[in-house]
T-cell receptor
C-alpha cells in the first residue's frame, strides 16, 4: 500500500540552530501539505502545495520557516533559527484526484532545547 | 475566521455501545468534511469523508452531515477498546481547518 514517507522521525536540536524535514508523498499525488501539531491540539496547516506551486502559506511563520517542492514531488520544510516554541509534531500529508482525501505520513517529532 | 469546534472529552463509552462524536463549523461555504482517528504519538488516519447532506456508512462507522445546522458527526457502532483514540474533524475547503479533537475511551 502506498504511503507518505517522512524523515527524520525524531529530531532534537538546540534553539537558534537550523533544522530541516523531508517528505515524499504518495506517488501521483499532486497536492502536498505540511502541518504542525502541538500536543492536545489539532493539526495546523503551515503550507499547501499544488504540484510545485504554493496554494496556501498564510499560517507559515515566514521569518523563520520556509518550504519548497521544486520538482513537484518531494518537499522540504526548514526552520531557521529554531525556537523553543517550535517543539511539536510536524506532519506531511498528500492528496490526489478530486476527493481531497489527505493521507498522512508518520510525522517528525521535533524537540528544541 | 473559520472555526471547527469539537468537545475535547474524554468521552467514555462501554464496549459494544455506540459512540457519538460531534463537530460544528462556522463557514457555511464548507463543502467537504473528513474524520480522522489519531492514536497517541501517531499520525492521523483517515476514517471517513462526507460531501453531501445525510448519512454515509462504512462498516461500523457512520458519518452524518447537516449543512443547514453546520453540524457533522461520526457514529461508531459496537465500540471496541481498540477504538480508543482522539477523533479529529477536518473542514476540507480552503482554508483547511482541523478541530482540536475529541478523546474517546472505550471501556472493556
Amino acid at each position: 500500500e502506498a504511503e507518505v514517507a517522512q524523515s527524520p522521525r525524531y529530531k532534537i536540536t538546540e534553539k537558534s540552530q537550523a533544522v530541516a524535514f523531508w517528505c515524499d508523498p504518495i506517488s501521483g499525488h499532486a497536492t502536498l501539505y505540511w502541518y504542525r501539531q502541538i500536543l492536545g491540539q489539532g493539526p495546523e496547516l503551515l503550507v499547501q502545495f499544488q504540484d510545485e506551486s504554493v496554494v496556501d502559506d498564510s499560517q507559515l511563520p515566514k521569518d523563520r520557516f520556509s518550504a519548497e517542492r521544486l520538482k513537484g514531488v518531494d518537499s522540504t520544510l526548514k526552520i531557521q533559527p529554531a525556537e523553543l516554541g517550535d517543539s511539536a509534531m510536524y506532519l506531511c500529508a498528500s492528496s490526489g484526484g478530486l476527493s481531497n482525501e489527505q493521507y498522512f505520513g508518520p510525522g517528525t517529532r521535533l524537540t528544541v532545547t | 475566521q473559520k472555526e471547527v469546534e469539537q468537545n475535547s472529552g474524554p468521552l467514555s463509552v462501554p464496549e459494544g455501545a455506540i459512540a457519538s462524536l460531534n463537530c460544528t463549523y462556522s463557514d457555511r461555504g464548507s463543502q467537504s468534511f473528513f474524520w480522522y482517528r489519531q492514536y497517541s504519538g501517531k499520525s492521523p488516519e483517515l476514517i471517513m469523508s462526507i460531501y453531501s447532506n445525510g448519512d454515509k456508512e462504512d462498516g461500523r462507522f457512520t458519518a452524518q452531515l447537516n449543512k443547514a445546522s453546520q453540524y457533522v458527526s461520526l457514529l461508531i457502532r459496537d465500540s471496541q477498546p481498540s477504538d480508543s483514540a482522539t477523533y479529529l474533524c477536518l473542514s476540507g475547503n480552503t482554508p483547511l481547518v482541523f478541530g482540536k479533537g475529541t478523546r474517546l475511551s472505550v471501556i472493556a
